[in-house]
């Protein structure tokens, strides 16, 4: 199939550009502007689909974490929370579903992790950094510890703010959104 361009020459008439549409090249000066392809398959062209925020449905999950290594959890709920495991994921648009980490308290990590890995927060005072041992984070509070590793998943701005929001941990089996009636899924 032969693709071709209408092509317009500029000639000086009467003091302005006047346009002509040409066959083969002659004499004159190629406007550009005026140049229109005519491709065959140009209505056949795929869209990219982009979400819009009001469009997409959201569910609610619930995963048992009793067993499961700590860092690849919490990677996996982040890609939920971000929307990445759906087919209209879209960057800038909430996607994302609702999470419900039940037994945040069963949480394996593996190797030496459990004493060698750190906690650092900081006050905002000069010589305000205060350390604190995975172990001792895990016995105190196992939600706080996988809620800060998800938060650090996720991106730094409104919309991760907003992605945050849907993650619900908790220390044992229990949870308060029967009422959401939430999936079990095995991550």
């Known amino acids: 199939m032969r693709l071709y361009a209408q092509l317009a020459l500029c000639t000086r008439e009467s003091g302005g550009f006047q346009h002509r549409e040409l066959g083969p090249p002659g004499k004159g000066r190629y406007c ?46 982040a890609n939920i929370l971000h929307g990445k495991n759906k087919p209209e994921y879209t960057p800038h648009v909430d996607t994302g579903d609702y999470v419900i980490v039940i037994n945040a308290d069963k949480l394996v990590f593996t190797g030496k992790k459990l004493d060698q890995k750190l906690y650092y927060r900081h006050s905002g005072y000069p010589g305000g950094l205060k350390t604190t041992k995975y172990r001792d984070l895990m016995e105190n509070k196992p939600e706080f510890a996988l809620y800060e590793a998800v938060r650090r998943m996720l991106p730094k701005n409104k919309l991760g703010r907003k992605m945050l929001k849907k993650l619900r941990v908790y220390r044992g089996a229990e949870h308060d959104h029967a009422a959401q009636k939430p999936e079990a899924i095995e991550l």
């Not at 491709?39 to 925020?53: C, F, G, H, Q, V």
């Not at 469009?55 to 919490?74: I, P």
């Open 32 to 77: 550009a502007r005026n140049i229109k392809l005519k491709i065959p398959w140009e209505e056949s062209l795929m869209k990219t689909y982009m979400a819009k925020p009001g469009e997409v449905e959201q569910k609610w999950y619930v995963v048992d974490a009793e067993g499961q290594v700590f860092g690849r959890l919490a990677s996996k709920v």
